[in-house]
């Protein structure tokens, strides 16, 4: 069956660096597009970006264009979103979500940012 | 604050139909496919509508999706108290060029 595992909880300083990973199977994982979604505390949900697993072209989010890199490797069917300059508003559940139309999703991430 | 607005709330009884709406623009409603998610604390959002009305299999025929303009809904019929949760609609924005959420709205049976 189809399975997006992330990689687990994670707790940073302002202005460092998170890697969030999400390893997919039991699926065609260069056929779609794989998203990154965020959702903070008692907030909504927020699209990070977008990354094309079969060329590598990512989209991103004009709020986080510059803080954000979207990666894959296609020879193990995983993605991988690096946020960069840590801040609190930044504290959220990180989601990925793959194959046709935000099918298939992660079990989240959480990402704790706190001196 | 999101360019798709959703009202915050919506309520019913055990057995009613309550629908939910997003109200967007030309630049993403009006022009793009609509989906609508699940979501519970903690947990994955779950698709339940994309394309505008179509469902995923396993999506039960009690969640349906429409579209008219620049505004969508969701309506929930013969409501279920496994059915309170929060309802997300997501749109491509040709202007931002990104994925947009709307706001959220929290259901809750009475």
């Known amino acids: 069956q189809v399975q997006l595992v992330q990689s687990g909880a994670e707790v940073k300083k302002p202005g460092a660096s998170v890697n969030v990973s999400c390893q997919t199977s039991?699926?065609?994982?260069?056929?779609?597009?794989l998203h990154w979604v965020r959702q903070a505390p008692g907030q909504g949900l927020e699209w990070l970006g977008r990354?094309?697993?079969?060329?590598?072209?990512?989209e991103y989010s004009q709020k986080f264009r510059g803080r954000v890199t979207m990666a894959t490797d296609t020879s193990i069917n995983t993605a991988y979103m690096e946020l960069h300059s840590l801040t609190s508003d930044d504290t959220a559940m990180y989601f990925c979500?793959?194959?046709?139309?935000?099918?298939?999703w992660g079990q989240g991430t959480p990402v704790t940012v706190s001196s | 604050q999101s360019v798709i607005t959703q009202t915050p709330s919506a309520s019913g009884t055990p057995g009613q139909r309550v629908t939910i709406t997003c109200s967007g623009s030309s630049a993403n409603i009006g022009g793009f496919y609509v989906y609508w998610f699940q979501v519970f604390p903690r947990t994955a959002p779950r698709l339940l509508i994309f394309g505008n009305h179509q469902r995923p299999s396993g999506v039960s025929d009690r969640f349906s999706g429409s579209k008219s303009g620049t505004s969508a809904s969701l309506a929930i019929s013969g409501l279920r108290s496994e059915d309170e949760a929060d309802y997300y609609c997501a749109v491509w924005d040709d202007r931002l060029s990104a994925y947009v959420f709307g706001t959220g709205t929290k259901v809750i049976v009475l």
């Open positions: 990354i094309n697993p079969n060329t590598g072209a990512t």
């Open positions: 039991g699926y065609s994982f260069t056929r779609h597009y």
């Open positions: 979500a793959g194959g046709l139309d935000f099918a298939y």
